[in-house]
T-cell receptor, first 113, second 115 residues
């Protein structure tokens, strides 16, 4: 069966520090991978998606970047965090195809202080 | 532009009640609609996916329907239990060239089932 791992679960970082959140998927190959941010009252916002190794599409301009160094690994990064980067970050994957389910990790609560 | 709305934003019911959560969308050009559950501070759990050609999907006490022409989906929960308390989110996948990898999300319905 397929599983998705996302870590860490919580993170408190000072303004200006770097960020690295990691997500890995097991039990499938060549998945589509996604990073979302969820803010209270604003719903889920798609940040990045990837259809293959090294292929990253950005949905919104921001202080963040994403990378996919391996088929089932997706990393969200920042060189210098801003207060506005605080939020709940979710990684997701799905099998390629239009009628496939999306599955989510347990999320990372990031607080920038 | 596709917009997804979920009403009500919050719902509180006594245990054992059957209930319906609503999701509406403005553009019927979709591939599918997916319902999720989110517990506080946790990730999302996929409940049901309905393809645009389908009318409903069932899983245990959950039944989701889709009326694409009217832009509506409902999630029916039978014999609700306190463990059903969570936020329920719906999302649609656009049928749009170059843009079909995205899900468009509602803001969710926060459900509390009281013992």
């Amino acid at each position: 069966s397929q599983t998705i791992h996302q870590w860490p679960a919580t993170l408190v970082q000072p303004v200006g520090s770097p960020l690295s959140l990691e997500c890995t998927v097991e039990g499938t190959s060549n998945p589509n991978l996604y990073w979302y941010r969820q803010a209270a009252g604003r719903g889920l916002q798609l940040l990045f998606y990837s259809v293959g190794i090294g292929q990253i599409s950005s949905e919104v301009p921001q202080n963040l970047s994403a990378s996919r160094p391996q088929d089932r690994q997706f990393i969200l990064s920042s060189k210098k965090l801003l207060l506005s980067d605080s939020g709940f970050y979710l990684c997701a994957w799905r099998v390629r195809g239009v009628n496939t389910e999306a599955f989510f990790g347990q999320g990372t609560r990031l607080t920038v202080v | 532009k596709q917009e997804v709305t979920q009403i009500p934003a919050a719902l509180s019911v006594p245990e054992g009640e059957n209930l319906v959560l609503n999701c509406s969308f403005t553009d019927s050009a979709i591939y599918n609609l997916q319902w999720f559950r989110q517990d506080p501070g946790k990730g999302l759990t996929s409940l049901l996916l309905i393809q645009s050609s389908q009318r409903e999907q069932t899983s245990g006490r959950l039944n989701a329907s889709l009326d694409k022409s009217s832009g509506r989906s409902t999630l029916y929960i039978a014999a609700s239990q306190p463990g059903d308390s969570a936020t329920y989110l719906c999302a649609v996948r656009l049928r749009e060239a170059g843009n079909n990898r995205k899900l468009i999300w509602g803001l969710g319905t926060s459900l509390a089932v009281n013992p």
